[in-house]
């Protein structure tokens, strides 16, 4: 039995070498730019979009930007969120995605967003990690001529 192998064997493995080196790169690339595409702010004046800047604001630790989307009435009653809360509760990792599930406008100067919070996390048998979904109902109202988140969200 030879050990050594004919050119269309070395042809083979170089082959399968070069396509499992492109995969994982295109498996990286990919997942960079999706996190990255999904952190930027949205310039629209709708519901989503506010609902959607809040969300990024919260992960960047952005607190000036959170709070422009945000009622009078709700700064005013604010407990300590843009504080205390804010550095605190909310996690600064790539392990949690926002969905906007549906939006119900209450007229002109209301709407109710409903959204689902992706939470994932890793451990498990084989690192296989566990996913678990917190979904709200977020009140904006229209205050200003722009959309302002009505209640106290955080995100977390």
């Known amino acids: 039995m030879s050990l050594k192998m004919d050119r269309f064997t070395w042809a083979v493995v170089i082959v399968v070498v070069l396509l499992l080196v ?16 999904s952190a930027e702010y949205l310039t629209e004046d709708s519901p989503t979009a506010v609902v959607h800047n809040v969300y990024v604001a919260f992960r960047r630790g952005d607190v000036n930007t959170a709070r422009q989307h945000y009622s009078s009435a709700v700064l005013e009653s604010d407990d300590g969120m843009f504080k205390n809360r804010f550095d605190t509760f909310y996690p600064r990792d790539n392990n949690q995605r926002l969905r906007i599930l549906s939006v119900e406008m209450q007229g002109e100067e209301a709407a109710l967003v ?26 904006l109202i229209r205050e200003d001529g722009s959309w302002k988140i009505d209640s106290q969200v955080y995100f977390y």
Do not use: C, H, M, P
């Open 22 to 37: 492109s995969a994982v790169a295109t498996l990286s690339l990919s997942r960079d730019r999706a996190s990255e595409g």
């Open 114 to 139: 409903t959204i689902a919070l992706d939470n994932y996390s890793t451990g498990g048998i084989f690192d296989s990690g566990s996913t678990w979904t917190q979904r709200q109902t977020i009140s």
